[in-house]
């Protein structure tokens, strides 16, 4: 198998190189950029199976770099966020981050995480060679195995985790599930995220899928207790 390019977009030269140096030890292939907009340049165009992505960078920052590499490519991101700061978390992932870590983070942990979401990603590319198994919801039809959704025949652009919760929850229509529920089953025991983590992926996706978002047909929110899919 090839080896996985990984694009590092971190200014601080002392933790690039030492994330470099323990991704070329573990078989990755590595690129690095030290500012947004180099950053975002080499997105586009070296096409990397991951980008981890700090949040304060010189020129433009990694949420505007995000959302510029989200126009075009489903390419795994995950965000380098500082302690503390929540905020950073909930913008990334609203702005198509897949995942983040929190510096400081232990080297082993984040080398888990890359291989975590490449692994998902993977996971994606194969499942396009899959037998299509459409399901139709209203307007919208599903493909289970592809992992496409189509709204009035129209290909919508979903994250991996964005399809992997609506396909979750179409799957079991009317079945309430606590966002601590959906962490644990969506997102996997990989995942150290918060339950917001949650709210903002259904937030994403009812502004993909719905008509109007404020009041949605598919993603249903059961007040105090979590969400459900109901077929319209
Ligand atoms: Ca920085």
């Known amino acids: 198998m090839d080896a996985k390019k990984v694009l590092i977009i971190e200014d601080e030269k002392s933790i690039s190189d030492i994330i470099k140096f323990n991704l070329i030890k573990e078989g990755f292939e590595v690129d690095a950029a030290y500012d947004g907009q180099e950053g975002l340049n080499k997105a586009l165009t070296i096409s990397p199976d991951l980008i981890l992505l700090d949040v ?12 510029k590499v989200r126009e075009t490519s489903t390419v795994p991101i995950l965000m380098l966020t500082a302690k503390e700061e929540e905020v950073d978390k909930v913008l990334g992932l609203e702005l198509g981050a897949d995942d983040y870590i929190t510096k400081p983070f232990g080297m082993r942990e984040l080398i888990a995480r890359i291989k975590a979401n490449i692994r998902r990603a993977d996971l994606i590319s194969t499942a396009k060679n899959e037998p299509a198994n459409v399901q139709q919801f209203g307007n919208l039809s599903i493909d289970m195995n592809r992992y496409e959704v189509r709204k009035d025949g129209i290909a919508l652009e979903l994250t991996l985790r964005e399809f992997e919760l609506l396909k979750y929850l179409a799957e079991r229509e009317d079945k309430v599930f606590s966002r601590e529920q959906l962490l644990e089953e969506v997102w996997g025991y990989e995942y150290y995220g918060d339950i917001r983590t949650v709210d903002v992926t259904v937030r994403r ?3 993909k899928l719905e008509d109007d978002s404020g009041n949605p047909k598919y993603i249903m929110t059961k007040r105090g207790i979590g969400y459900y899919f109901r077929r319209p």
């Open 205 to 207: 996706l009812r502004e």
């Open 56 to 67: 304060m960078l010189p020129i433009m920052d990694g949420f505007a770099v995000c959302k």
